[in-house]
């Protein structure tokens, strides 16, 4: 993609209401004193605002370790892994905002889950760079991959009413919040379900042949099948996954990842009921001793769920809501405990 310029003084009246944003690193401090030239050439009508270039282009691999970085310091628990794996699902559904000196400053995606349905997520730019439309910008690029089809994504509170004023989003789906929960070690584990499951159900590590039972499983809870995104899952570094059976056949998994702030970070978890969840997620947890805390993002509506992670400790917590461009995709919910990634995927 082209670079965009972007500019960082679009009217006299924001230059105005926004000039006590600018810190005192150099580069403000070169813009301000642009802007600041430019202003009273402005009051006489004559130069146009200055511009800084800023490029909105697909991601790269080597660019995942910045985009880290930048979601590391917005304290948001995505995994490495999870990033690689929906760039391969989708190239062209991530797209960064890269400042003058090659710096990640912002990002955006939209992947495909399915051919009719995308999803929006990863949305954000560095403080310093804020409220200079460089959010809009690399918003609307990423927006491209979606061209007509059906959009879903989580939205902060704070940004609900904005996405949906604009007519990007103009659906909140009320009965499906989402609660991303973070829980400080120590992990009461030990607290979760410990007794024998019935005989006929077995928990196995994953490996290559139960696959296909897994991706069958899965399309009965979301709708649809997407066998690619769930070998790469399973498949991803520093990862575990386990599967439940039920006389053979699978009645749930789930996985545990590595999040960029060194959290356990747990999903998906879908399970046909509250002890397969709860044993699954104590194999999980079990199973990956070496983390900062645990974080897991859930339907808010999946109450049985409520009760097994209070089991867990205090978690600190945050609600997002769930927007749509189109129309509301259904699901059972009570069979999500956790979703596969909040910021790639609607379940
Ligand atoms: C949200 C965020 C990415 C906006 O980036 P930005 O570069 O500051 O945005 P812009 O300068 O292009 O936006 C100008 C205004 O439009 C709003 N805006 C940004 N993107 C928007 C969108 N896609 N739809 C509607 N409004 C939008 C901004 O909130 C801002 O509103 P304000 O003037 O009331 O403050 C940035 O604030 C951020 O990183 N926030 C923290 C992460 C976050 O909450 N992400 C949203 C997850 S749902």
Partial sequence: MAHVPVSLGFSVTSYLSKSFRFSISKFKNATWTSLQ????????????LPRHSIEIRTMREEDISQ???????????????????????????????VNENGDIVGSCSYVKNHPELYFAGIYCVQKEYRNYNVGIQIFNAA?????????????VLSMAKKYQQSGDFPIIDEDLTTVKNYFPDPIHSEMLFNKDLPANIEIEPFQECLLPSIVQYD????????????????????????????????IGFGSIKRSCLGAGRVGPLYAEDPVVAEALLKK?????????????????????????????GNAKTETCLRIYRKQKVNVNASKIYAYLDINFSAF
Wanted: aromatic share 4%; hydrophobic share 35%; proline share 4%.
């Fill in 219 to 250: 399309a009965s809870v979301v709708g649809h099948t997407r066998e690619l995104i769930l070998r790469l899952s399973c498949h991803e570094e520093d990862s575990r996954t386990f599967a439940a059976f039920r006389n053979g056949v699978c």
């Fill in 143 to 155: 927006k491209e991959n979606a061209k007509d089809k059906n959009i879903a994504a989580n939205s």
């Fill in 67 to 97: 985009l880290m970085n930048l979601r590391r310091q917005l304290g948001i628990h995505d995994a490495t892994s999870s990033v690689q794996s929906w760039m391969a699902v989708d190239p062209e559904g991530i797209k960064v905002a």
């Fill in 284 to 312: 999980l947890i079990e199973s990956y001793p070496n983390r900062n805390g645990l974080a897991i993002s859930t339907p808010s509506s999946n109450i049985p769920n409520n009760a097994i992670l209070q089991k867990l």
């Fill in 37 to 48: 030239r430019n202003y009273h050439q402005l009051q006489q009508k004559v130069e146009p």
